[in-house]
């Protein structure tokens, strides 16, 4: 058992770094940073050696380093200078110091390849005293490679009251997002709203920022976004839908998202988004989207969600809360 376990951490530890004091430590390199390079010892465990004090390093697992899709190995340090075989780009050379994030390949692709999609649809119909409908269809296509990430919304709801034509919302939106950093990543998102019961004949807005991703796994995921965000809208009259107002502003938007896969594969989502006018002080504006997603069978879900949008500045006749509780089955790939 002991000399298979020594085969063992010598085939997982092909590596060795040789210190500037003279010390030489048998490992391999779990990251490189701006200051550091984390080293995984099998004596030791995890070690943070900084960059200054290495001489020489070998290593033999692949890394991700920035900007470049595919795997790159480290082919060695001279004066300063870390030579890197690349799959795509072949030999690429660095300043040690410039090198400022680099992480396994492997850990990297896994946690960056992901594609999944999710419809799911609610509704209800009460008939009686109190006549009303009140319909809503939501698609979401989510899609990861590597450095780049897609999330396509499609929102459909339909609502009527006592006999009324149906009033409906229909939303798009698209949000591309690049990790120009391991954890860190450039957002441009852009939308298309049309709600007749909040009487916005159209309203379109762009937005970019940056974001940071705390984590993302299959378990869970947490990131945040902020950045400045170009809006425009036109409303109409309640009483009159010939007459309508359009304006333009900028504001500032605060986002986040959160996940997590709970036990029988239950999963738990909250979606939170504030907007700040650059024009009025007083005028913002904040939306949340809640939910869990419980398994049936064959990617049949049940699916409960709790949305709640406050506007403190709506337009006249419309509540300031809008908050709607859905209860229906949705379908994911």
Known sequence: MTLGWLCFSQLSYAGEVLLDNGDSLQGEIAAIYADRVEWLSPVFGKLNLPKNSIVELISSVPLKLRARDGACYWA??????????????????????????????????????????????????????????????????????????????????????????????????????????????????????????????????????????????????????????????????????????????????????????????????????FLQSLHVGDDWEADTDSGLSLPIAGGITADIAFSYDYDNTPPEGVSARDSRLRVGLGYQW
């Open 76 to 273: 060695g340090l001279r004066q300063g200078v870390v030579t890197f075989e690349c799959d795509e780009d072949g030999e690429v050379n660095l300043q040690f110091l410039a090198v400022k994030e680099a992480v396994r390949y492997e850990g990297f692709r896994k946690a960056t390849y992901d594609y999944r999609g999710k419809l799911s649809a609610t509704g209800h119909r009460d008939s009686g005293r109190v006549q009303r409908q009140d319909w809503n269809v939501d698609t979401n296509i989510f899609m990861r490679h590597t450095d780049f990430r897609h999330d396509i919304w499609l929102k459909y709801r339909a609502e009527s009251q006592n006999e009324t034509e149906l009033q409906l919302r229909l939303e798009a939106s698209y949000q591309f997002d690049w990790f120009f950093a391991p954890k860190t990543f450039y957002s441009n998102r852009g939308s298309a709203l049309k709600d007749e019961l909040r009487f916005i004949d159209s309203r379109y807005a762009f937005s970019m920022g940056v974001g940071y991703q705390f984590w993302e796994n299959r378990i869970s995921a947490l990131s945040v976004e902020t950045g400045p965000q170009y809006l425009n809208e036109t409303t109409f009259d309640q009483n009159d839908p010939n007459i309508t107002t359009n304006e333009s502003y900028g504001s500032w938007r605060l986002a986040s998202s959160f996940r997590l896969l709970l036990p029988r594969d239950t999963r738990l989502f909250s979606n939170v988004e």
